[in-house]
């Protein structure tokens, strides 16, 4: 079972197919948070439902302070925590993410929270203009499954720090194609950890020195 696996794994992102589930995913995810003793945050990304490797303190000090640039520039709307569905025009879920930071577009109206009710604590993906991804030894999954769903839902901008490569990377221009196994992001701009990573209008560059502390 998923969760036995996510206890023996902890150190490694845990990944499981799910043919044709015959509960909703976000039902799915539920089910595994109760099984087991550990906290968890499954994602459910391309039909398997993922449980990342328990982020580190630099994993997240990281991330903070790339959602702390962010609101220091004035971009009051960034966030961290929240979780976001997509789907097809409300029929059954697609994928279940949890981004290390974002910018949301809008704060959520009365629909939005209808909408994260109606689906148990998931905010709709059409909230987000920028997501931001901070790798750990599940490199992989943020490279592919995230990287093709957030450009699938048309995210504009895909923030991606590669601690594995030393590399960070800005991707706009989603082209979700017909179908998700083939978006992609139109534009990369790559640099090495510890320069400014610079991002489309209107946000700043990105200080990505943190990420080559200690």
């Known amino acids: 079972m998923?969760?036995?696996?996510?206890?023996?794994?902890?150190?490694?992102?845990?990944?499981e197919?799910?043919?044709?589930?015959?509960?909703?995913?976000?039902?799915?995810?539920?089910?595994l948070e109760e099984a087991?003793?550990?906290p968890l945050r499954p994602e459910f990304i391309e039909g398997m439902a993922i449980v990342p490797p328990q982020p580190g303190d630099a994993h997240n000090d990281g991330a903070s302070e790339l959602y702390f640039q962010l609101?220091?520039?004035?971009?009051?709307?960034?966030?961290?925590?929240?979780?976001?569905?997509?789907?097809?025009?409300?029929?059954?879920?697609?994928?279940?993410?949890?981004?290390?930071?974002?910018?949301?577009?809008?704060?959520?109206?009365?629909?939005d929270e209808a909408y994260c009710r109606a689906h148990k604590g998931w905010y709709s993906v059409d909230l987000l203009?920028?997501?931001?991804?901070?790798?750990?030894?599940?490199?992989?999954?943020?490279?592919?499954?995230?990287?093709?769903?957030y450009a699938a839902a048309g995210v504009p901008v895909y923030v991606l720090i590669h601690r594995d490569e030393k590399k960070a990377y800005a991707y706009s221009?989603?082209?979700?194609?017909?179908?998700?196994?083939?978006?992609?992001?139109a534009t990369k701009v790559e640099v090495d950890l510890g320069r400014a990573l610079p991002l489309?209008?209107?946000?700043?560059?990105?200080?990505?020195s943190v990420f080559l502390a200690g």
């Open 2 to 15: 998923i969760a036995e696996r996510a206890i023996d794994s902890a150190d490694d992102s845990v990944t």
């Open 17 to 31: 197919p799910v043919k044709k589930p015959r509960m909703d995913p976000i039902d799915l995810l539920i089910a």
């Open 36 to 38: 087991v003793d550990v």
């Open 71 to 111: 609101r220091s520039a004035g971009f009051r709307l960034a966030g961290m925590g929240n979780g976001f569905r997509t789907g097809v025009k409300g029929e059954r879920t697609q994928s279940l993410l949890i981004p290390d930071f974002y910018v949301r577009r809008r704060r959520p109206s009365e629909v």
């Open 129 to 149: 203009d920028l997501v931001g991804e901070v790798t750990s030894s599940n490199h992989e999954t943020d490279t592919g499954p995230k990287y093709r769903t």
């Open 173 to 185: 221009d989603p082209k979700p194609g017909d179908e998700s196994a083939k978006a992609r992001y």
């Open 200 to 208: 489309p209008e209107p946000y700043p560059a990105l200080d990505t």
